[in-house]
């Protein structure tokens, strides 16, 4: 017994990792560098997008916008509840079938939360009574006629993976490099939910991301080879955050996940705040994708949770 109270103080102090669950280097995607990227990013492309909002939410503003941020406190921003959405984003390409972005919210968290993977302190923190659950995942999959082929998240906190029980066994999972092993205090708290959202599910592949020569981003990838759906490794809010561009028939969509929560912090340049893990970073990473955008104004971009 003693032994075990010491393993569990050690994880407190030192953190520990977000999740157990298995991960293996991803075979899908071409790395390529942002010059690639930028010669084909506002051409029409082949893929329909979507995005579900699956709940309405509220959290703190602190974690959302850097509230220290010299615009932030001109402009009078104080912490308090901001209203959010928690979304999945569906893709459909015309020959690899089926993908989505993130995972919504899921089914028994609105029908049965005793049942749900986020349950006991992490429901608790998270305030779900303030949950307003619009379309979580397993409604959306039930109405679908064609298989889902994969999922791609941005980062594995728990509001952009709480769908994931909804998704079926077997399914292709994706995200960035580091996301399960990274280690943090919180994690010792959260990652008995993560792991519980992933249980049964495949293991997750890792983005292959290698050095971006031209140094715009941390790494690119050219997701099915032919130029139409992106990867971008945006670290900061986590080690492994990955941004999405898609190239649809209307134009170049970016979706940012936490990269940009919020459409205040985007059109006023404030960075996200404290639920980010290395703020600087963050910060970089931020920076880099409003350059993008602003160098291609048609482009859709698509905030973490807000339109």
């Not at 977000?18 to 075979?27: D, N, Y």
């Not at 049965?112 to 608790?124: D, I, R, T, Y």
């Not at 249980?199 to 050095?211: D, P």
Request: glycine share 10%.
């Amino acid at each position: 017994m003693r032994n075990l109270l010491v393993t569990a103080l050690v994880a407190l102090l030192t953190g520990c990792a977000v999740s157990t669950h298995a991960t293996q280097k991803s075979t899908l995607g071409v790395s390529r560098s942002s010059s690639e990227l930028l010669a084909v990013i506002d051409q029409p492309g082949p893929v329909s997008l979507e995005t579900v909002a699956s709940s309405d939410w509220q959290v703190d503003r602190s974690g959302l916008i850097n509230l220290q941020h010299p615009r932030a406190k001109e402009a009078g921003l104080t912490d308090g509840p901001e209203k959010i959405q928690v979304y999945f984003h569906v893709l459909r390409h015309p020959e690899r079938g089926t993908f989505i972005v993130d995972t919504g919210v899921e089914k028994a968290l609105r029908d049965n939360p005793k049942e749900s993977a986020m349950s006991g302190l992490v429901a608790s923190a998270m305030k779900l009574e303030t949950m307003k659950f619009l379309v979580p995942l397993g409604d959306w999959l039930a109405r679908q006629q064609e298989p889902l082929q994969g999922v791609f998240i941005t980062h594995l906190h728990f509001d952009h993976i709480t769908g994931m029980p909804d998704v079926p066994a077997g399914t292709a999972i994706y995200s960035g490099p580091g996301e399960t092993a990274s280690s943090a205090f919180i994690h010792a708290f959260v990652r008995g939910s993560t792991d519980r959202a992933l249980q049964g599910k495949a293991a997750i592949s890792e983005w292959a991301f290698e050095a971006d020569s031209t140094g715009r981003f941390a790494g690119v990838l050219d997701i099915f080879g032919d130029g139409s759906v992106w990867a971008l490794w945006v670290p900061g809010h986590t080690p492994g955050s990955t941004a999405y561009l898609v190239r649809t028939p209307e134009g170049p969509v970016l979706l940012t996940g936490d990269a940009s929560h919020t459409r205040w912090g985007w059109e006023h340049d404030v960075e996200p705040g404290t639920f980010s893990g290395d703020l600087l970073e963050s910060a970089e990473s931020f920076g880099r994708l409003r350059k993008l955008a602003t160098e291609h104004p048609a482009m859709d971009v698509r905030f973490g949770h807000q339109r």
